[in-house]
């Protein structure tokens, strides 16, 4: 459930319509509904409410935007990040360092003494190896890291490779058959207080099995340390709920995985962690289009948008579908390729797709873009780095501004042998 709807023909995002929005900030530029954002944040917390013990943490990589991390840490959310950029984030924006979670399979010397001068709350670590850095950082400092061990349960999460992270010969986490004894070698190490174990199988997953899967092997796992004699108080369950990109699309609500959850560690007795991304974030977000011009084809003519690959990755990525619907849409349909302007046959949101009737000058949006989108945009081709929005009732403001292509160019310099 989103806020963008038509009104009188014209397409909002809450009660502002969305042309005047690209006539002030100009397109392409995403626009994110607080609405939405605050509605999923709320879906979610309340569905985990069945649980005695929680703890959210907002996936920052799937949308890191200063604003979007300020309204879900007023929702009692912290955050999951992976560089100490996303921590300085997740600060910037109120969430309590003790709210915050860094994960990370490449975590630099640097960012785990970040980490541990900010007072993250968990570490999760990867590697034995990274587990005895951090302790022997944290002991030389006189500090105590609280780490959960991530591990690598070895289930196929069904979902696109590119995003698929808990089969064996992903990078992520240690060997489900080596946790235990790298668990047990780390408790034993001053510095660092090993909590917990921590999961996460893949993103965009249209079903609860592979995480029912992975969680009944982590409960295993917890059971078998516990009876070495080591303590486990608190089990990360990672993100990687899905949601609908097309109209007709079902995925688990987030009351089903709260029930599956509930079942399958119901004698735990942990606090749970949770990181969702793209469940909180993904329908709160569209990207603002207008076409350049409408070219004729072989199969089906060619509607040239000014958003590109470099604005959304996602269907260059992963080959993803975004709906593409009119701002104001004139009631007619025809069949037409979307592309980008840029250099790479990669740079095509669609082929063959049946779409409102599209003329040169016309908005159009991307629908379900507010997670993994403007995160992953660049300057590729010297294109400006895509402007974001957030709709609040009939407010609206900038809360990432365009970084034109000339401020790029004079962080460049030519060496004086050139000159
Ligand atoms: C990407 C990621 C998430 C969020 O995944 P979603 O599919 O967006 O919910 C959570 N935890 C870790 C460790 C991740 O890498």
Same mark, same amino acid.
């Given at each position: 459930m989103d806020h963008f709807s038509y009104r009188n023909g014209v397409l909002h995002a809450e009660d502002v319509a969305i042309p005047a929005i690209a006539e002030a900030v100009a397109t392409p530029c995403y626009i994110y509904s607080a609405a939405t954002l605050t509605r999923h944040a709320r879906v979610f917390r309340d569905a985990l409410a069945v649980l005695p013990s929680t703890h959210i943490a907002f996936a920052v990589k799937s949308n890191p935007n200063l604003a979007v991390l300020k309204l879900l840490a007023g929702e009692g959310y912290g955050a999951d990040v992976v560089s100490a950029g996303e921590m300085d984030r997740a600060l910037a924006a109120g969430i309590p360092a003790a709210g915050i979670v860094f994960s990370g399979v490449g975590k630099t010397a640097g960012e785990l003494l970040r980490g541990l001068q900010a007072g993250i709350g968990q570490f999760n670590i990867e590697s034995e190896e990274e587990g005895v850095e951090l302790a022997a950082m944290a002991a030389g400092l006189g500090l105590t890291a609280r780490a959960a061990l991530r591990v690598n349960?070895?289930?196929?999460? +069904?979902?696109h490779a590119k995003i698929?992270? +808990?089969?064996? $010969?992903?990078?992520? +986490?240690?060997a489900y058959d080596r946790a235990a004894g790298i668990y047990a070698r780390l408790s034993a190490?001053?510095?660092? $207080?090993?909590?917990g174990l921590a999961v996460h199988i893949g993103?965009?997953?249209?079903?609860l099995d592979p995480l029912e899967a992975a969680f009944a092997k982590m409960g295993d796992l917890m059971r078998a340390i516990r009876a070495q004699g080591q303590v486990i108080t608190h089990m990360d369950l990672g993100g990687g709920i899905g949601v609908p990109y097309k109209a007709d699309e079902v995925f688990p609500s987030p009351a089903e995985y709260a029930a599956m959850v509930a079942r399958v560690t119901q004698d735990w007795g942990v606090t749970l962690m949770f990181e969702p991304g793209r469940v909180i974030a993904g329908n709160s977000g569209v990207l603002v289009t207008q076409v350049v011009r409408v070219k004729e084809g072989v199969a089906a003519p060619f509607v040239i948008v000014d958003a590109a690959m470099n604005d959304l990755a996602r269907p260059a990525l992963y080959g993803a579908w975004h709906d593409f619907w009119a701002?104001?849409? +004139?009631g007619d349909k025809m069949v037409a390729n979307i592309v980008g302007?840029?250099? $790479?046959?990669?740079?095509?949101?669609?082929?063959g797709r049946e779409i409102d009737v599209m003329q040169a000058g016309d908005l159009a949006v991307f629908r379900t873009?507010?997670?993994y989108g403007a995160t992953m945009a660049n300057t590729y081709n010297s294109r400006a780095l895509v402007p974001e929005v957030m709709v609040h009732g009939d407010q609206w403001a900038i809360v990432a501004h365009r970084i034109d292509p000339a401020t790029i160019l004079a962080a460049e310099q030519v060496p004086d042998w050139l000159k």
């Open positions: 349960p070895d289930v196929d999460a +069904g979902t698929s992270t +808990g089969k064996a $010969e992903n990078k992520f +986490g240690v190490l001053p510095g660092i $207080e090993m909590r993103s965009q997953l249209s079903s701002v104001t849409p +004139g302007p840029i250099c $790479e046959s990669s740079d095509t949101f669609a082929m873009a507010g997670a």
